[in-house]
């Protein structure tokens, strides 16, 4: 197979792997959604050993930490695009979730966070007295 030579090609590999394009996204893309009184996260970490990830929470920012093998020297390769190596990614909680409680699971080389709203965050109704004789009434805070 021959290739044309292009002095910018590792340059430009190099930008993408670290910037992401539209066609090529950053080395750990995620999705975020919230259903009810959870929200959850999802990294994609294909090819990675479940030994290698790494998940720290510290006050609200979550630091996923992971690692794909490097290549075995002995092979001759025709095309190496996967990013090797240890990469990491931060994400920055709100205030209102329970970072006391959050749950991690990786399959199918997918993690998924799991992390619950904090109680104190969660609408509650708080009842008014009234001073004139009527009746007490619950209303939405």
């Known amino acids: 197979m021959l290739m ?3 002095p910018f090609r590792d340059l430009d590999r190099f930008t993408q ?3 992401g394009t539209a ?5 750990m893309p995620m999705d975020a959604w919230r259903e ?6 999802e990294f994609d ?3 990675i050993d479940p030994s290698s990830l790494d ?5 609200n920012v979550v630091t996923v930490r992971a690692s794909r093998p490097e290549l075995d020297s002995s092979r001759e390769m025709i095309a190496a695009e ?3 190596g240890v990469f990491s990614r931060q994400l920055f909680l709100g205030e209102g979730l329970d970072t006391d409680n959050v749950r991690a699971e990786y399959t199918d080389g ?3 966070l799991t992390i619950p709203v904090a109680e104190k965050a969660k609408p509650r109704k708080i009842e008014i007295a009234h001073s004139n004789g009527h009746q007490r009434q619950a209303i939405n805070a």
């Open 4 to 6: 044309r030579t292009d």
């Open 17 to 19: 792997q670290v910037l």
């Open 23 to 27: 066609a090529r996204p950053t080395v």
């Open 36 to 41: 009810g009184d959870e929200f959850f996260v």
């Open 45 to 47: 970490l294909p090819g």
């Open 55 to 59: 998940l720290d929470i510290e006050r």
């Open 82 to 84: 996967r990013p090797r």
């Open 110 to 112: 997918v993690l998924r």
